[in-house]
C-alpha cells in the first residue's frame, strides 16, 4: 500500500443522494472547514460549538478563529470529558444553551472532540428545532476512523449504550490528523482496534499495512497515520453508502462488538476502554471462526498478533466466563432473541452467523482465559 507524505489532502466522499458529504482530511481541514463555513452551503445563522473539557483549551480557539473569518456569531458549549456526558439530560442542556444564545432552524452545530462528543452533538443537532444541519472536527482515533462517519447519534441511557439516538448525517467532516498529537497513547492504542477491524472486515492490505507499520503509528508518525485514517474513512463510507440503516451489510462494522460489549458489561465499564474489549471481541471472533473451520489456526494467530503489537490486550485471563455468557445473553434478549455473530472467513472477509451454538460461543470465549 503507497504511502503519502503529511501534506496530502484526501477526500473521500459519502455518497448519499442529497445527504452526500464530503471527509476532508489534510493538515488544511480547518481552513476548509471555514471555507465551507463562508460558502453558500453552509446555514446563514447562529453556530453552536459543542466540544469537551479535555479539548476546548486544546482546539476550540483554532475552530473560533474560523468561525469568526467567516462572519459567523458561535456559542460554545462544553461538556465533562468522558462516556458518562453521553446521557439524555446533556442534550437538554447542549439545546438550552443554544436557546438561550439565539440559535434558530438556520443554526449550525460544529462537534469538536471524540466520539462522545460527536455522537452526543450530532443527536443534539438531530432534535433541536426538529433538525438542523451539523459538521464534524473529530479529534481522536476512534472519531477519525469511525464515528464522525456515518450518521449514527445517540446517547446511552442507564439500561444500556446507545439505545437512545437517531441517524442524523453531518453536512461534512474535517479532519486535521496533527489533533492526534495531543491524545493519550492508550486512546489512540483502543482506537487501533477499529482500524484493524476494518482490516480484517474489509482490507487485507490495510491488515498488512497495519503489521508493518505499528511501531510508527503508535509513535504518532502522521504519514503513518494518514493510511489507515484515509482508507478506514473511505471502507466506512463505503459500507455506509450501501446500508446506511443497517439492514445487513453495515452489521460487518460490528465485528468483534458481540463478544466485545459482553467483555465491556462484564468487567463493569470500568476495565477496559471500548477498543481494547473489541480486541480481545476479535481475537474471541478469530477463535470462532477456526471452530467453525472458516479460517485457520494461522489466522487467528495473526489477528492476535497485530492486535498485541498495537499494545491491545488478547487474552483475559481472570475473565468471569459465565457472567460474560450471561451479558451475551441479555444482549440477545435485547435483539429480539437472536445473537448475531460476525465471523472471519479470510482477510478482508466476513459472514454474519445467527446459528452459533452456545458452546462454541463459550469454546471461543476460553480461549482468551
Ligand atoms: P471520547 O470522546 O471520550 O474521547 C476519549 C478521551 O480523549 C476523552 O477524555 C477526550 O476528552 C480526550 N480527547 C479527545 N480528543 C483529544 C485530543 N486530540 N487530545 C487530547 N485528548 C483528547 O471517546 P472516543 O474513544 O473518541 O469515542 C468513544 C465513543 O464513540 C463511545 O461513546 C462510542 O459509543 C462512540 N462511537 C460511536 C460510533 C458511531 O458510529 N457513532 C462509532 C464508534 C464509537
Ligand atoms: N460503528 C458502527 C457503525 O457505524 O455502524
Known amino acids: 500500500m503507497a504511502e503519502c507524505v503529511s501534506t496530502t489532502v484526501h477526500v473521500p466522499f459519502m455518497p448519499l443522494g442529497a445527504r452526500s458529504y464530503d471527509i476532508h482530511i489534510g493538515p488544511d481541514a480547518l481552513d476548509r472547514l471555514g471555507a465551507y463555513l463562508a460558502s453558500d452551503h453552509a446555514p446563514k445563522g447562529l453556530v453552536g460549538l459543542v466540544t469537551d473539557a479535555h479539548v476546548a483549551p486544546l482546539y476550540a480557539d483554532a475552530v473560533l ?13 462544553t461538556l465533562p470529558a468522558g462516556e458518562e456526558s453521553k446521557r439524555l439530560d446533556r442534550v437538554g442542556e447542549i439545546c438550552g444553551a443554544f436557546l438561550e444564545a439565539g440559535m434558530d432552524r438556520a443554526g449550525l452545530v460544529v462537534a469538536l472532540g471524540g466520539g462522545v462528543t460527536g455522537d452526543i452533538a450530532g443527536f443534539a443537532a438531530s432534535v433541536f428545532m426538529r433538525g438542523v444541519p451539523f459538521v464534524q472536527i473529530p479529534t481522536t482515533i476512534v472519531a477519525q476512523v469511525d464515528s464522525s462517519v456515518g450518521g449514527k447519534t445517540g446517547v446511552n441511557h442507564p439500561l444500556g449504550k446507545n439505545t437512545i439516538g437517531a441517524f442524523h448525517q453531518p453536512d461534512g467532516v474535517f479532519i486535521d490528523l496533527a489533533m492526534l498529537s495531543t491524545l493519550p497513547d492508550r486512546e489512540l492504542r483502543a482506537g487501533m482496534a477499529e482500524v484493524i477491524k476494518h482490516g480484517v472486515i474489509a482490507d487485507a492490505d490495510l491488515f498488512a499495512y497495519l503489521e508493518e507499520n505499528a511501531a510508527r503509528i503508535l509513535a ?32 460487518n462494522l460490528n465485528y468483534g462488538h458481540t463478544f466485545g460489549h459482553a467483555i465491556e458489561t462484564a468487567s463493569g465499564y470500568a476495565r477496559f476502554l471500548h477498543g481494547e474489549a473489541v480486541a480481545l471481541g476479535m481475537c474471541a471472533a478469530g477463535e470462532l471462526g477456526r471452530l467453525l473451520g472458516l479460517v485457520d489456526a494461522a489466522f487467528a ?17 481472570e475473565m468471569p466466563l459465565e457472567e460474560t455468557l450471561a451479558a451475551m445473553k441479555h444482549d440477545k434478549k435485547a435483539r429480539a432473541g437472536t445473537l448475531k455473530f460476525i465471523v472471519p472467513a479470510g482477510m478482508g472477509m466476513v459472514v454474519h452467523r445467527t446459528d452459533i451454538p452456545p458452546e462454541l460461543a463459550r469454546a471461543a470465549l476460553e480461549t482468551l482465559l
Open 301 to 317: 494467530e495473526r489477528q492476535r498478533a497485530c492486535c498485541a503489537a498495537f499494545g491491545l490486550p488478547v487474552r483475559w485471563p
Open 65 to 77: 478563529d474560523r468561525v469568526r473569518a467567516a462572519g459567523k456569531a458561535c456559542v460554545v458549549h
Open 220 to 251: 504518532k508518525d502522521l504519514d503513518a497515520l494518514r493510511v489507515p485514517v484515509v482508507r478506514s474513512c473511505e471502507i466506512k463510507a463505503a459500507v455506509v453508502a450501501a446500508d446506511e440503516r443497517e439492514q445487513g451489510l453495515r452489521a
